[in-house]
């Protein structure tokens, strides 16, 4: 069992959601210590998904997106160092090297560095109008470019962020076009039958798809982007170009500090890494996870918020894990879509379909070796928590009984 300790200082690089409400947490917990929050970004602590849904589409403002409000910080003695970055970790003497030349020391170092977009290396790609999608200026230049509406977008990646940027795009009344590896968008996440479901939605409110298909070149005129070039030649007209082909643990420091790494940091459940007093949490982290006995790595919200909260506690020596069932949601067009469970236990999975593909009203379950290791529900609102009780069951139910509408979703587990 872990045993409390007392620290004098905590350093958090990385100020996104997980670093933040670690930091919170810290605080809610009693610690009374040293916090020093580092973030890359001149801004505070923000949520992403808005980024790419809510805010993208002006259904909010800016003031959606902090994880706390300005004032928190300072009002709770949280030393926030913005525009400032961890350049190297020390483990041994226990300090960390800052980009501005100051040393720290820490009793407990948190990495939260997160993801970065991850480049392709394309001709033309710093041309005005190209743009990646991460962070909350991209998506401020992004709603910029795209509210006017009536120009041609073209959308390359056809995983989750990209398929809702086409929705923004689309729904703004611009020409999206879209470009992706995959033969049929999603289905690597979700399998093909519903990949087919949100190409079809994509369809119906006029994204084109060029599918299977690479992006070779970008063309300008004047500094401009003017068109994307296709593998196979074609020349697809652009105004704007966004790249969203996925992203990379942000593993630099870690490495360089000698830490254990696959896929990210590796983790245990208490989100320890293997140097001594050093602890990671968010997208970066592959942690253990209690209920599968593997390392998952998550790059959804809910798991920097709970890792945050995971990792807090561990460094202050208290009993904790991150076993909570990852979930993420999207919304895109009149489809409000949330997910929970394991994605690499329901690879390969047939899903078993409760209602209709074609009303938009449905829920999908993915089993392994009988039991619910995932499920989704489409327009089904306030299903989620029996969703995650069959998972976290893991009691075989028989696929009839799940694709029956008839039987409620709590009758399921009643009957066992």
């Known amino acids: ?39 890359a970004e001149l801004h505070h602590p923000y ?105 041609d977008v073209v959308m390359i990646g056809s995983g989750w962020i990209g398929m809702e940027l086409a929705a923004a795009a689309s729904t703004y009344g611009n020409r999206v076009t879209l470009l992706g590896l995959e033969d049929i968008p999603l289905a690597a996440a979700i399998g093909p039958e519903l990949g087919r479901f949100f190409r079809s939605l994509h369809k119906a409110n006029g994204v084109q798809f060029r599918l299977g298909a690479t992006a070779a070149g970008l063309l300008g005129d004047s500094g401009r982007v003017t068109a994307v070039v296709t593998g196979s030649g074609e020349a697809l007209p652009a105004d704007v170009v966004v790249i969203a082909v996925g992203v990379a643990p942000e593993t630099a420091l870690a490495e360089q500090a000698g830490l254990a790494l696959d896929n990210g940091i590796l983790t245990d459940a208490a989100l320890r890494t293997s140097g001594p007093d050093i602890f990671a949490a968010g997208d970066v982290a592959n942690a253990l996870h209690p209920f599968t006995g593997r390392h998952h790595r998550s790059e959804h919200w809910s798991n920097a918020l709970n890792g945050g909260k995971v990792a807090a506690k561990s460094m202050l020596g208290r009993d904790a894990a991150l076993d909570t069932i990852p979930y993420f949601y999207t919304d895109q067009y009149d489809v409000s879509m949330e997910y929970s469970g394991f994605p690499t236990l329901a690879a390969g999975a047939e899903p078993v379909i409760r209602g209709s593909l074609a009303s938009k009203e449905f829920i999908a379950f993915w089993q392994h070796e009988g039991q619910v290791v995932a499920g989704m529900n489409v327009n089904v609102p306030r299903t989620q928590k029996a969703i995650k009780a069959l998972i976290s069951s893991r009691a075989p139910i028989q696929a009839s009984r799940l694709a029956d509408p008839a039987v409620a979703l709590d009758q399921l587990l009643a009957d066992d």
Not at 9 to 17: C, R, T
Not at 57 to 64: C, D, I, M, S
């Open 47 to 151: 949520l992403r998904p808005p980024l790419s849904k809510e805010y993208l589409l002006g259904k909010a403002g800016e003031e959606a997106v902090p994880v706390a409000p300005e004032a928190w910080y300072a009002e709770n003695d949280v030393d926030l160092r913005l525009g400032v970055q961890v350049a190297g970790i020390d483990p041994g003497p226990h300090t960390v090297r800052l980009s501005s030349g100051e040393t720290l020391g820490y009793g407990a170092l948190l990495l939260a560095t997160g993801a970065l977009p991850r480049h392709i290396p394309l001709p033309g790609s710093t041309l005005d109008g190209v743009t990646m999608f991460r962070t909350l200026d991209d998506s401020r230049r992004l709603r910029e470019k795209l509210s006017p509406g009536g120009r």
């Open 1 to 39: 069992m872990p045993v409390e300790r007392t620290i004098e200082s905590i350093v958090i690089a990385g100020a996104g959601l997980a670093g933040a409400t670690a930091a919170r947490t810290l605080r809610g917990e009693g610690f009374s210590g040293r916090i020093t929050l580092i973030g």
